[in-house]
């Protein structure tokens, strides 16, 4: 079972490593591979008294590889392994909003804590469509969803003022930033509620120069 909205943004801290994808010499999904590494960093979080959230089918996991049978195969392994023992984000970013519903209702169905969503990535949106593409994907599920702002792969920004509208929005409990530019996430933590919105920096080595100066998370 996924854990509670609450219980999610207390737990959206600490260590977030994003899971390779292994493969096997023939080029399948290396299921065993994955279960070990997966254990391995849930190992980790229990014997080390460590805060670690486990993300898996995001961009370093190759899902733009995998065919979606490969993608859901992915995401029930991690969850499966992991047991409710430490949250599971999970990617479901597929580039239309009904594609993408169909993965974050399989997320929501084999028990992830939250959907990754990345804007599409072919047509860009305007500032409106971003807004009702994330708002129609967080309708769909009752899991909590993480927005990846990613503009290196969806060619789009989302602004502050917009994350900060978006944080509204009950069950959207947190952001992976990658804006590549210190000053823009800064500028999001001072408008967000942290009640409504966890902050993860994507691009520590930028970001982090924001949160220190700024105290944020």
């Given at each position: ?34 279960k ?15 805060d ?21 195969k992915v995401?029930?392994?991690v969850?499966d ?33 939250c959907?990754?969503?990345?804007l ?36 789009t920004?989302i ?12 069950n959207?409990?947190?952001?992976k ?5 210190a000053?823009?996430?800064a500028?999001?933590a001072?408008l ?9 920096n ?10 220190a ?5």
């Open positions: 079972m996924s854990m509670t909205l609450d219980e999610l943004k207390k737990r959206l801290k600490g260590i977030v490593p994003v899971q390779l994808c292994p493969y096997t010499k023939e080029g399948e999904v290396d299921i065993e591979g994955l070990e590494n997966t254990k391995f960093l849930v190992d980790f979080a229990e014997k080390g008294n460590k670690v959230v486990i993300m898996t089918n995001g961009s370093t996991t190759e899902f733009y590889a995998n065919t979606i049978e490969e993608q859901k995401i029930k392994t969850v392994t992991v047991a409710g023992r430490i949250p599971v984000v999970t990617g479901v970013s597929q580039p239309a909003a009904r594609r993408t519903i169909e993965m974050a209702k399989y997320a929501e169905e084999v028990g992830a804590d959907a990754m969503v990345v599409p990535y072919y047509h860009h949106a305007s500032k409106e469509g971003m807004y009702q593409y994330y708002k129609t994907v967080a309708e769909a599920v009752k899991i909590g969803i993480m927005i990846y702002n990613n503009p290196d792969v969806s060619g920004m602004p502050p003022d917009l994350m900060a509208r978006l944080s509204k929005i009950e959207i409990v947190a952001c930033d990658n804006a590549p530019n000053a823009a996430y500028w999001k001072l967000i509620d942290p009640e409504d919105m966890v902050l993860i994507g691009l520590g080595e930028v970001e982090y120069v924001a949160s100066a700024y105290g944020n998370r």
